[in-house]
């Protein structure tokens, strides 16, 4: 994933489940997050709605391509 798209990604998801983003550090197959969730249940939100970005960007990417399957 691009370093472009994941701060694009993170920020949006961390606006709509009010968390704020403190520090982050994209690795070559996972990301470090310091966040601090505003309301019971955001930091979980926002950590479901980027695994599901996650998907969708590998899907479009990949998807049907040198044999990787869809992931849902």
């Known amino acids: 994933m691009h370093s472009a798209y994941c701060r694009a990604t993170l920020q949006l998801q961390a ?3 009010a ?3 403190h520090a982050w550090c994209l690795m ?3 990301v470090h997050l310091l966040i601090s969730p505003h309301e019971h ?3 979980s939100s926002l950590m479901k709605g ?3 970005r996650y998907v969708q960007y590998i899907n479009r990417t ?3 391509k040198r044999g990787f399957p869809h992931f849902y």
């Open 41 to 43: 249940g955001s930091a």
């Open 15 to 17: 606006n709509k489940y």
């Open 50 to 52: 980027i695994g599901l």
């Open 19 to 21: 968390c704020e983003i």
């Open 28 to 30: 070559t197959n996972h």
């Open 62 to 64: 990949y998807g049907g």
